[in-house]
C-alpha cells in the first residue's frame, strides 16, 4: 500500500507568489485556519496547522514563539484556534505551554473559546496493526485513532534501519482496514510508538506529505500508551562470522574476501543491530551504496554467496532466494558501471523485429564487453562511446604500451581513429552501406579483421582532413 496515496489532503489555500515576510506568514497562517469554519472537522484543523508547523519548525524555532505571540495580540476567533492547535501539536514542550499560556490570557481578556475545542487533541486510539516485507526490510504500520465520525490513523514505513521513509496522516475507510488485516497482523501499539518516533527523530530529512504532518504523527504517537523497549543488539564477533562464512560457501579464501566479509557483517552490526546477518534486497543494495567509494575488490564474487548463505540463516524460501540472487546481480552492474540486460540491445524493445539482426551487427563491431588494459580484466558497457573505444583498443594489445608511453605515431594515431569510427558506423547502423558492405564481405569468406581492413581502406580514402566524404565514402564501399 502506498501511504502517499492514501494521505489525508489538507486544506491548505494558495500561498502568496512574491517573497513573504514573517508577519505576512503569521497573516496567512490565520487566514487559512479562519478559512475552514466557523466549527471545522477537528482533524482538518490538525492537519492544516501541522502542515503550518512544517514551514518553519526546520528552519528555526523561534519562528514558532514568535507565531504564538503574534496570535495572541490579534484576539480573534481564528487566534484562539490556531493557539489552541498549537499548544495540542506544536514540536517542543516549551512551545507547547507558550501556547496555552497565551491562549489562556487570551480567554481572560474576554475573548470566547469554543466549545468544540475542549475536544482537540481527545483522539482515541485503536488497533495497531503492521505488515513487513518478505524478506525483512521494510515495516508499514498502521495505527488507528478516532474522533466521533472521524476514524483516521498513522501510516509509516519504517526501514530496517529504523529510519521512516513515509508518515502520513490517513482516513481509515473500509477499504484500507480491509487491506490492512490482508496484508498484516494486529502490532503492539508501544511498539509502533517506538519504531515511528524513533524513526521520524533519526531521520535527518523528512519531504513533502511526512514533513507537514510530522507534528501531528508524534502527538497521536504520544496517545499509544508507554514505549515499548527496542529488541537487544545481537552480540556477535565480526572474526567468528567471517571465518564461519569462508568455511561455509564456495568463495575462495582471500585477504580481499576477508575483507568484504567482515564489511558485511559490520555494516550488519551498524544498520540493523538486532539481526545484523539478515539480509534482503534493500539492505544489501545500502550496503554497496555505503561502499561505493570503498575498493571492496572481492565484492563481485562475496555478496551473491553472502546472501545464498545468510539467506539459510533466515529460512528465506527458494524462490524468494532466487529473486533475491537476480536483484544482487543488477546491484552489481549498477555498482560497476554496467546497466543491467543485454548491453547490445538495451536501447530496443524485446519484441522489435531488428533485434537480433542489430544485435550481430553491433557484435561485429565490438565482440567483447570485457578486455585487458594494462594487466587488468576491466568489464565496460559498449554502448558507452568511450567504453566502446576502450574496447576496440583491447583487442590491440600492440598499443597499449605505446598509448601508455605517449609514443603512438600519427600513423597508428590515425589507423585507430578509422577503427573508433568503423565501430561508432556499425553500431550506430550509419551509413548503411558500412554493414551491407560487411555482410557481403563476410558471405565472400573474409575473415572479420580482413573485413575491418578493407573498410578501414575505404573510409581512410574518403576523408577530407577528419571529416568524412559521404558520397566519396559510399562509391568507395560499393567498389569493394
Known amino acids: 500500500m502506498s501511504p502517499v496515496s492514501r494521505a489525508r489532503k489538507k486544506k491548505k489555500t494558495a500561498r502568496p507568489q512574491a517573497e513573504p515576510t514573517i508577519n505576512s506568514l503569521f497573516r496567512e497562517s490565520l487566514r487559512e485556519v479562519a478559512a475552514l469554519g466557523a466549527e471545522p472537522s477537528l482533524l482538518d484543523l490538525e492537519v492544516l496547522v501541522s502542515s503550518l508547523i512544517a514551514d518553519w519548525w526546520a528552519e528555526d524555532l523561534e519562528i514558532g514563539s514568535e507565531l504564538i505571540e503574534y496570535a495572541g495580540r490579534k484576539r480573534t476567533p481564528a487566534a484562539v484556534v490556531l493557539l489552541a492547535a498549537l499548544a495540542e501539536l506544536a514540536p517542543t514542550t516549551g512551545l507547547r505551554a507558550e501556547a496555552a499560556g497565551t491562549l489562556a490570557d487570551v480567554v481572560a481578556r ?181 561502499n561505493f567509494d570503498t575498493e571492496l575488490l572481492a565484492v563481485d564474487e562475496v555478496l551473491p554467496a553472502w546472501a545464498a548463505w545468510a539467506a539459510g540463516h533466515d529460512d528465506l524460501t527458494q524462490e524468494l532466494l532466487d529473486e533475491l540472487l537476480a536483484e544482487v546481480d543488477d546491484m552489481l552492474d549498477e555498482f560497476n558501471g554496467v546497466e543491467p540486460g543485454d548491453p547490445y540491445t538495451r536501447d530496443l524493445d524485446e519484441d522489435d523485429p531488428d533485434l537480433e539482426d542489430v544485435r550481430t551487427r553491433r557484435l561485429f563491431a565490438v565482440p567483447e564487453a570485457v578486455t585487458e588494459i594494462g594487466g587488468d580484466v576491466v568489464s565496460l558497457n559498449p554502448a558507452d562511446v568511450e567504453q566502446r573505444h576502450l574496447l576496440v ?88
Request: net charge negative.
Open 393 to 480: 583498443l583491447g583487442e590491440h594489445p600492440e598499443f597499449h604500451e605505446l598509448i601508455a608511453n605517449d609514443e603512438l605515431d600519427d600513423e597508428r594515431s590515425r589507423w585507430l581513429a578509422i577503427r573508433w569510427t568503423l565501430a561508432d558506423q556499425l553500431w550506430h547502423g550509419f551509413p548503411h552501406e558500412t554493414w551491407v558492405t560487411a555482410e557481403r564481405l563476410l558471405e565472400r569468406g573474409l575473415s572479420r579483421d580482413e573485413v575491418l581492413t578493407q573498410l578501414g581502406t575505404a573510409l581512410a580514402g574518403s576523408l577530407d582532413g577528419d571529416e568524412v566524404n559521404l558520397d566519396a565514402y559510399q562509391e568507395a564501399l560499393a567498389a569493394l
Open 110 to 290: 474576554g475573548l470566547p473559546k469554543p466549545a468544540w475545542l475542549d475536544r482537540l487533541g481527545t483522539a482515541t486510539p485503536g488497533t495497531c496493526w503492521a505488515a513487513v516485507d518478505d524478506y525483512g526490510d521494510a515495516t508499514t504500520i498502521l495505527a488507528e485513532f478516532d474522533y466521533p465520525d472521524e476514524p483516521h490513523g498513522i501510516l509509516a514505513v519504517v526501514e530496517f534501519d529504523g529510519t521512516v521513509t513515509e508518515a502520513v496522516i490517513v482516513d481509515t475507510d473500509h477499504e484500507m482496514l480491509a487491506e490492512v488485516r490482508e496484508l498484516g497482523e494486529e502490532f503492539p501499539p508501544g511498539r509502533a510508538r517506538r519504531m515511528i518516533e524513533d524513526g521520524l527523530v533519526d531521520t535527518p530529512e523528512h519531504a513533502g506529505e511526512t514533513d507537514d504532518f510530522l507534528a501531528l504523527t508524534l502527538a497521536r504517537c504520544a496517545l499509544l500508551g508507554e514505549r515499548e523497549p527496542a529488541d537487544p543488539p545481537v552480540q556477535l564477533d565480526p572474526d567468528d562470522v567471517v571465518e564461519e562464512f569462508l568455511r561455509d560457501s564456495v568463495v575462495t579464501d582471500t585477504p580481499e574476501a576477508r575483507e568484504c566479509v567482515r564489511a558485511l557483517v559490520e555494516f550488519g552490526l551498524t544498520a540493523e543491530p538486532a539481526d545484523p546477518l539478515r539480509v534482503g534486497p534493500e539492505k544489501l543494495a545500502r550496503f554497496l551504496e555505503a
